[in-house]
């Protein structure tokens, strides 16, 4: 079964950036949909962003105009470009593939990365 290995995170302050990678174990080149989740202290996991195979993206509203996906398919990795951070960014964040409706196609995960927003 494919594995998700995600990279990435760290500390930094409000307004920051911040650029997560997510790397599979398989070819992801006939993957439909990729996602990036998150998951915050007390609160169940939620979809970040999606890309399509057709490089059609996706996002929550909350992130919209501060966070980029992206996917390279050769390299099998997925992206998530976090720009203009927020203490409520803060969450570990997962990679999965993704159905159309954005739910996550797999129901295990990877370890995560942890990212914090503060001052």
């Known amino acids: 079964q494919v594995q998700f290995v995600e990279s990435g995170g760290g500390l930094v302050q409000p307004g920051g950036s911040l650029r997560l990678s997510c790397v599979a174990s398989?070819?992801?080149?006939?993957?439909?949909?990729m996602g990036w989740y998150r998951q915050a202290p007390g609160k169940q996991r939620e979809l970040v962003a999606v890309?399509?195979?057709?490089?059609?993206?996706n996002y929550a509203d909350s992130v919209k105009g501060r966070f980029t996906i992206s996917r390279d398919n050769a390299k099998n990795r997925v992206y998530l470009q976090m720009n203009s951070l927020k203490p409520e960014d803060t969450a570990v964040y997962y990679c999965?593939?993704?159905?159309?409706?954005?739910?996550?196609?797999?129901?295990?995960w990877g370890q995560g990365t942890q990212v914090t927003v503060s001052s």
């Open positions: 398989q070819s992801i080149f006939s993957v439909d949909a």
């Open positions: 890309v399509t195979s057709d490089g059609i993206t």
């Open positions: 999965n593939a993704a159905w159309t409706n954005g739910a996550p196609r797999y129901n295990y």
